[in-house]
């Protein structure tokens, strides 16, 4: 779809770790089992009534476990005027990389 980018895990964990925003839309449930330091979670299922409290005023990169979720919130998110692209493979893309993960001692590690 024309306006929704995806970008390469290998650049967003780059982007990340230069300070953008990194927005994670999976449920708290697969949060807990695994997630990048500098990610701020808002679930799919809430994002809706959430949206205000994201940055207006710099890019957006979205991710969920594969990368599914993840390009459907990014294209209602430019559908809603922010600059949002998908982070292709998600986190699951995303630890194969290298990517830094925490979780809750208390869960199981990411499939």
Same mark, same amino acid.
């Given at each position: 779809m024309a306006g929704v980018s995806e970008i390469p895990v290998d650049e967003? =964990?780059?982007r990340v770790s230069a300070g953008s925003y990194l927005l994670d839309v999976r449920e708290q449930d697969e949060w807990d089992r695994g997630h990048a330091p500098a990610a701020h979670l808002i679930p799919m299922s809430? =994002?809706?009534q959430r949206v205000g409290e994201l940055p207006g005023d710099e890019p957006l990169l979205v991710i969920c476990h594969s990368g599914y979720r993840?390009?459907?919130v990014a294209r209602a998110l430019v559908a809603a005027g922010y600059d949002a692209v998908s982070v292709a493979g998600g986190m699951e893309a995303w630890q194969s990389a290298g990517g830094e993960v925490v979780?809750?001692?208390s869960q199981p590690p990411l499939d």
């Open positions: 967003a =964990i780059e809430t =994002i809706e993840s390009y459907n979780r809750d001692a």
